[in-house]
């Protein structure tokens, strides 16, 4: 089991930057891919982007291509998501999880998810 804790949220106007981060404790997770996902209001969980072990992408999303950048710390146990470019649509609660397998964009794949950051995009 691993505990991640997400933070660096905020409000933001449009266009502006965040550096959200993952820090996780117990369990290391250096051999463990990670995935990014957000929930907005009303709306279902989506995913965002996702690294391997090895701080390879491998899977992201067509909304956040070329403004999201994913990285990883494993001596910090930490991966890191700076979102740059910020729109009112990016508004949503972040969350990052562990993927033990390879589960893509699937959120279902994914355990030990962390309680999120709110990020919020005002116009």
């Known amino acids: 089991q691993v505990q991640l804790v997400e933070s660096g949220g905020g409000l933001v106007q449009a266009g502006g930057s965040l550096r959200l981060s993952c820090a996780a404790s117990?369990?290391?997770?250096?051999?463990?891919?990670m995935g990014w996902f957000r929930q907005a209001p009303g709306k279902d969980r989506e995913f965002v982007i996702r690294?391997?072990?090895?701080?390879?992408?491998?899977h992201y999303a067509s909304a956040v291509k070329g403004r999201f950048v994913i990285s990883r710390d494993n001596a910090k146990n930490t991966v890191y998501l700076q979102v740059n470019s910020l729109k009112p649509e990016d508004t949503a609660v972040y969350y990052c999880?562990?993927?033990?397998?390879?589960?893509?964009?699937?959120?279902?794949?994914?355990?030990?998810w962390g309680p999120g950051t709110q990020v919020t995009v005002s116009s």
């Open positions: 117990g369990r290391t997770f250096s051999s463990v891919a």
């Open positions: 690294i391997s072990a090895s701080g390879t992408v491998t």
């Open positions: 999880a562990l993927d033990l397998g390879s589960s893509g964009g699937n959120w279902r794949g994914y355990s030990d």
